[in-house]
């Protein structure tokens, strides 16, 4: 049963409320993500798992580029067959590589990578 409710906070606007008292490590509410992806303003990610990659200042990432379309994928993504290399990031990766948009690996002073913002609203267009 749902123990939580939308509300609406003069401050904070639609907020996540819960519908009565509940216990430290309680599930509250459960769902399925309607896409998953990097979150805004991350650095850069692996398109697959999502965990942090180092690539140098000249876009370079020892490797952790897509073979496909040469976007960020860590080894073990690119290799796992149980995801058919790449999980989530096959689909962009097909739109990538045949229209060739390329990944410069430019991040900001404050470890920001703008070019992966892209990638979770593409994902929720193309469905
Ligand atoms: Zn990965
Ligand atoms: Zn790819």
């Known amino acids: ?3 939580a409710r939308l509300e609406h906070d003069a401050v904070y606007g639609r907020c996540l409320a819960t519908a009565e ?4 490590g309680e599930i509250v509410v459960e769902e399925l993500p309607f896409a998953y992806g990097p979150k805004r303003d991350s650095g850069i990610v692996c398109l697959g798992c999502y965990r942090y990659l180092q690539f140098g200042e000249d876009g370079d990432g020892d490797g952790d580029r897509c073979e496909r379309c040469d976007w960020p994928l860590c080894g073990s993504c690119a290799d796992d067959e149980e995801t ?6 096959r689909g962009e990766c097909e739109v990538f590589a045949k229209a060739r948009v390329t990944f410069a690996g430019n991040v900001s002073e404050d470890g920001v990578c703008p070019q992966l913002d892209c990638i979770t609203p593409l994902r929720l267009v193309e469905g």
């Open 1 to 3: 049963m749902l123990k």
């Open 21 to 24: 008292a509940v216990q430290p």
């Open 84 to 89: 058919a290399a790449g999980g989530d990031h």
